[in-house]
């Protein structure tokens, strides 16, 4: 995104010469937000006319906000709390949220469907012909239950560890919500990333049971999983059981495992339920602040930090951006392009809270062509779609006029997250997805499980900006100095405590890399990383990126630490070093790798090729880069960091930054002779 300091203050355009999304006031007691700020106004006797004073009471009286939240949207609780917070506290003193309620995530997201309605529609594509298949609710309920009790017959107890390496289909949605429904703690990964990524994230967490498949496909392609799946296993020693779904002639061969105790299929291992009695389940409530998902950070600064969800706050956070923001309902169909790897999976699961239907596509974004996104959404009547903005960007690039090809009518809402949305991006989906849609660009973070900030159907869709800060979520954006500024560029701050806040960092004693990651800077308040500009006239934000050096490819982030991980095995090389190039005919982000050979040791196409090999193979093919060049000397500060956002800033054609803090700033001129050769690549 272009940054915004180029103009003091952001312009407010005219959108009803532009024709973008501006909120039908007639129809504006309809949206549930508005029926939930009048359902405030009536308890709480105050005046709140419209979303920008509703979002000021919600964080000042944040208490109040999730707690009537909570009770507005009737979420199951077993045990009630005793107190919502406890205000004494700061954000930086973790407080605990709803002490001593018992609830669980899975009950409250799945029991609320109409048992004949639809929950999951699965799409893939045999023999180039679309083929749709859907799961009730009541489907899905049952097939939960089953996996749920199986689990426990093997012995899964409360707060044990369940892996899932496994693509985005209905297997890995009821695996799950099962491993929830029993209280213990789901973490994923996608099965593009290799088995050092993989490894690198599970064995943090000592699970007693894998899910996996053993193939998938992609690109039209069938590829075998079996190699990595055995690489995996043997890197877990805390394995009890791998759990495999087959795909045709793919099915488990014990054999080829070499283990036939701890491999089986999902078909051997579920459970049958006796079909002549109903099938009964009794979901494990566990405290509101029990771990739930463990998430991942990209892994920039070393391994991969475990990220630690509850089932309450997880819950409630999600609950308020489908219902409140995202206006979402029965009647809605959501197709969110997602892998496993990717916060946003577990955030599409919480839309089945609202009791509409989940479209699931694993496959290729841009196989068999460049319209399979849309040609499902058409197919399958989906109101609300969503992406990566690179995919956008893509779109943009390529000039596909979708609206005039296919008949999107009922679309309502177009999410896009990942990276900052371009006022170019939206413009295209403004003409050429649907006229007039309401363009949701959503930006938060995995360290959240949820946005900050995004859309709202009672604000107009201004170019460039995320609509809304979203309710609950106290943000301002700060100047160096810790002063609070609108209009300007700033670092993203949040002042009040929110439930999602993280309960905790795996093998983080005394909170130090949590308090490292996000309150070292300014003392107590949340240090998000991401550098934003608040519009004082709008509301709204523009986002401008990681404010450290994380890589983005195709709207991934990339931890730079683990392709250094791979690189940094050959004995060739001495030292390395990767940033980000933007690309703009291309309108993405270049992976540049620079290497420091070993003494006597030369770079040449052999080496390339060997490199970009073992990245692709034992991380994923996104982490490979576009080039590859040999340098005489890397920049380190003075306490022995590399200096990744210098080489960015050189390679992307500006002058570093911050020299002071480098131990060898003279060899930065040597990253300046590759800005023309990388650029011409």
């Known amino acids: 995104m272009d940054s915004a300091s180029a103009h003091s203050k952001l312009a407010k355009p005219d959108n009803v010469k532009i024709g973008y999304y501006c909120p039908s006031y007639e129809l504006m007691s309809e949206y549930q937000v508005h029926d939930f700020r009048k359902s405030v106004e009536s308890r709480y006797n105050v005046t709140l006319p419209d979303y920008k004073s509703l979002h000021r009471w919600s964080c000042d009286n944040y208490s109040d906000f999730w707690e009537h939240l909570m009770e507005y949207t009737n979420i199951y609780l077993g045990n009630r709390y005793s107190q919502v917070i406890d205000l004494k506290k700061s954000i930086a003193d973790f407080p605990c949220w709803f002490e001593g309620s018992t609830l669980n995530y899975t009950e409250n997201i799945i029991e609320r469907g109409e048992a004949s309605r639809v929950a999951i529609v699965s799409v893939q594509f045999i023999n180039e012909a679309m083929v749709l298949t859907e799961k009730t609710y009541s489907e899905l309920r049952k097939d939960v239950y089953c996996l749920a009790s199986s689990l426990r017959e093997m012995g899964l107890k409360v707060g044990d560890h369940v892996c899932g390496y496994l693509p985005n289909t209905y297997f890995t949605t009821i695996a799950m919500f099962a491993t929830a429904a029993i209280g213990a703690v789901w973490c994923s990964a996608s099965v593009d990333f290799g088995p050092n990524g993989v490894l690198d994230r599970f064995k943090q967490v000592k699970p007693r049971v894998l899910f996996a498949v053993s193939s998938v496909t992609y690109k039209r392609k069938r590829f075998d999983l079996t190699d990595k799946l055995k690489q995996i296993v043997e890197g877990l020693p805390s394995l009890e059981k791998v759990i495999v779904n087959h795909c045709d002639e793919y099915k488990v061969d014990h054999a080829r495992y070499n283990n036939e105790k701890l491999f089986v299929n999902m078909d051997e291992f579920i459970v049958k339920p006796d079909t002549g009695h109903p099938l009964t389940f009794i979901y494990e409530r566990v405290p509101f602040n029990h771990p739930l998902f463990v998430m991942f950070s990209s892994g920039t600064t070393g391994l991969p930090k475990g990220i630690v969800h509850s089932h309450g706050g997880t819950l409630l956070k999600h609950v308020e ?47 068999p062509d460049t319209h399979v996104l849309i040609k499902i959404a058409v197919a399958t009547k989906s109101t609300v779609i969503g992406m990566g903005a690179k995919l956008y960007d893509e779109y943009t690039r390529l000039k596909i006029d979708f609206q005039s090809m296919y008949d999107l009518s009922k679309l309502r809402l177009v999410y896009s997250t990942g990276s900052p949305l371009k006022s170019a991006t939206f413009e295209f989906i403004n003409l050429c997805i649907k006229p007039g849609v309401l ?29 809304c800060l979203y309710l609950g979520m106290d943000i301002v954006a700060f100047d160096p100095e810790g002063k609070s500024v609108e209009d300007e560029q700033g670092e993203l701050i949040c002042l009040t ?167 060898n700033p003279e060899c930065l001129a040597l990253y300046r002779n590759f800005v023309q050769s990388t650029k011409a690549n």
């Open 321 to 367: 951006e489908h219902i409140l923001q995202g206006d979402s309902s029965e009647n809605d169909r959501m197709l969110f392009y997602t892998t496993c790897g990717w916060m946003m999976w577990n955030w599409t699961m919480s839309f089945l809270f609202c009791g509409g239907s989940l479209v699931l596509y694993d496959e290729s974004p841009l196989e």
């Open 439 to 467: 363009i949701g660009s959503i930006s938060g973070g995995t360290d959240i499980i949820g946005c900050f900030m995004g859309s709202s159907p009672t604000l107009r869709v201004y170019p460039g900006e995320c609509q």
């Open 497 to 663: 405590p929110f439930p999602s806040m993280p309960t905790h960092f795996i093998n983080d004693e005394n909170f130090a890399k949590y308090k490292k990651a996000y309150f070292q800077r300014f003392p107590n308040v949340w240090a998000h990383g991401d550098f934003c500009q608040i519009n004082s006239e709008t509301g709204g934000v523009v986002m401008l990126g990681r404010s450290d050096a994380t890589l983005n490819r195709g709207g991934v982030r990339i931890g730079t630490a683990e392709i250094y991980a791979v690189v940094e095995t050959f004995d060739e090389i001495e030292d390395s070093i990767v940033a980000g190039q933007q690309i703009p005919q291309k309108e993405d982000e270049d992976i540049v790798l620079f290497v420091k050979m070993a003494n006597g040791k030369l770079l040449d196409d052999v080496l390339r090729k060997s490199i970009c090999a073992s990245i692709r193979t034992m991380m994923s093919p996104r982490h490979v880069p576009n080039n590859i060049f040999s340098v005489n000397d890397i920049p380190y500060t003075n306490s022995g960091k590399k200096v990744e956002i210098a080489i960015k800033q050189v390679i992307n054609g500006a002058e570093a930054e911050q020299t002071s803090s480098i131990r």
